[in-house]
């Protein structure tokens, strides 16, 4: 069963989407604790954000040395 998400939440993920895809263009590669720290605004807006653009392709994760990093897939970055 599908589930109709309001669309004022729909605009708060994509702006939080928008917050994360700056700070990783102007930051490069971070953990997605950082992120969620450095980023003003709620820790869940921001992963909803960072699932938003890896549904669109704009980020890629690596294995870091502790967590996995995350940043802007090459063909997004600039």
Not at 11 to 35: C, F, M, P, Q
Request: charged residues 20%.
């Amino acid at each position: 069963m599908a589930v109709e998400i309001p669309v004022h939440q729909v605009e708060s993920i994509g702006v939080s989407a928008g917050l994360v895809w700056h700070y990783l263009r102007d930051n490069g590669s971070v953990t997605l604790s950082k992120l969620a720290r450095e980023i003003d605004a709620p820790r869940d807006m921001v992963m909803q954000g960072v699932g938003w653009l890896a549904r669109e392709g704009k980020v890629t994760f690596q294995e870091g040395p502790r967590s996995k990093l995350i940043s802007l897939s090459s063909e997004h970055s600039g």
